[in-house]
């Protein structure tokens, strides 16, 4: 069994800054890639940004890129979604998901595996 546990979510002012971090746990393995999608309230969950576990490729929602960045730690069994200027739409509940193998698009939901609980992250004055 694998277990993703996200945190580092929050309240936070617009133009603000928040980290997210997804810890994977349970049965050893290494994913082919590591998602991050969001579920905002009354909106079908999306997709915000992906990794590859054992090379330098990510890839990034539109509406994210350029104002948040992924990064991993393979010996923390880690990835890190460091998000910047922060504004109201980017509300939501974000869940980390770990793909078993490999796809040609890791911005469909369906190529994931293990997914989290998520971590709530608010943006609002």
């Known amino acids: 069994q694998v277990q993703l546990a996200e945190s580092g979510g929050g309240l936070v002012q617009p133009g603000g800054s928040l980290r997210l971090s997804c810890a994977r746990s349970g049965r050893t393995f290494s994913p082919s890639a590591m998602g991050w999608f969001r579920q905002a309230p009354g909106k079908e969950r999306e997709f915000v940004a992906a990794i590859s576990w054992s090379s330098d490729w990510t890839d990034y929602a539109a509406s994210v890129k350029g104002r948040f960045t992924l990064s991993r730690d393979n010996a923390k069994n880690t990835v890190y979604l460091q998000m910047n200027n922060l504004k109201a739409e980017d509300t939501a509940l974000y869940f980390c998901?770990?793909?078993?193998?490999?796809?040609?698009?890791?911005?469909?939901?369906?190529?994931?595996?293990?997914w989290g609980q998520g971590t709530q992250v608010t943006v609002s004055s």
């Open positions: 998901a770990a793909s078993r193998y490999y796809s040609s698009n890791y911005a469909q939901d369906y190529v994931y595996d293990y």
